[in-house]
């Protein structure tokens, strides 16, 4: 079956430092794939996300390439900011309305 | 604006009761799920639905139920059977308009037995 394999955490960077949260995948077909943000007490927000290979999603700083050849849509930052500390899941959807696949989540911590 | 609501957002439970959770969803999407979220497990699915009338088990369904009566409504009932409830549930919903799936959540509702 579907699977998404993030990295180990928590990671704790400080501010300004680079961000890359590894994420790896198992599916048939072309999965989309995503990345989704929780802060503390609140549910998830959709980050990036991208549908096919080679696509590169991206919003407030943060990025992600689609990578079929290793199955991975790592998640990079170039200089994360103390708002940043949340938690990411990288997730996979194989298709339109579909059961959704997460990865456990990484807890990012950002030093002032 | 277009979103998913659930409520309440804190629920306390007794032991030996039962506790809906209301999820309702004004996006016109076709599927809904119900995840559970426990500290360091990451998401895990309960239960989910494709269309009206018609749902599946997921991964953690042992002591939940659901209904779909109307496309815009998934309620998530914790029985008496769930022994360890307490966790923070979270609803969530798709759609193919864009041409691939996006995923929608709900802010999430804390239950807790007292």
């Known amino acids: 079956g579907d699977s998404v394999t993030q990295m180990e955490g928590p990671v704790t960077l400080s501010e300004e430092a680079f961000l890359t949260i590894n994420c790896t995948y198992t599916?048939?077909?072309?999965?989309?794939l995503f990345w989704y943000v929780q802060y503390p007490g609140e549910g998830l927000q959709l980050l990036l996300k991208?549908?096919?290979?080679?696509d590169k999603g991206s919003n407030k700083g943060f990025e992600a390439t689609y990578r079929k050849e290793t199955t991975s849509f790592h998640l990079e930052k170039g200089s994360v900011q103390v708002s940043d500390s949340a938690v990411y899941f990288c997730?996979?959807?194989?298709?339109?309305?579909?059961?959704?696949?997460f990865g456990k989540g990484i807890t990012l911590s950002v030093r002032p | 604006d277009g979103g998913i609501t659930q409520s309440p957002k804190y629920l306390f439970r007794k032991e030996g009761q039962n506790v809906t959770l209301s999820c309702e969803q004004n996006l016109n999407h076709d599927a809904m799920y119900w995840y559970r979220q426990d500290p360091g497990q990451g998401l895990r699915l309960i239960y989910y639905s494709q269309i009206v009338n018609d749902f599946q088990k997921g991964d953690i369904a042992e002591g939940y139920s659901v209904s779909r009566e109307k496309k815009e409504s998934f309620p998530l009932t914790v029985t008496s059977a769930q022994k360890n409830p307490t966790a923070f549930y979270l609803c969530?919903?798709?759609?193919?308009?864009?041409?691939?799936?996006?995923?929608?959540f709900g802010e999430g509702s804390w239950l807790t037995v007292v």
């Open positions: 997730a996979l959807s194989p298709g339109a309305n579909s059961k959704l696949t």
């Open positions: 991208a549908t096919k290979a080679d």
């Open positions: 599916a048939t077909g072309y999965p989309s």
């Open positions: 969530a919903s798709t759609t193919d308009r864009d041409g691939r799936n996006t995923i929608y």
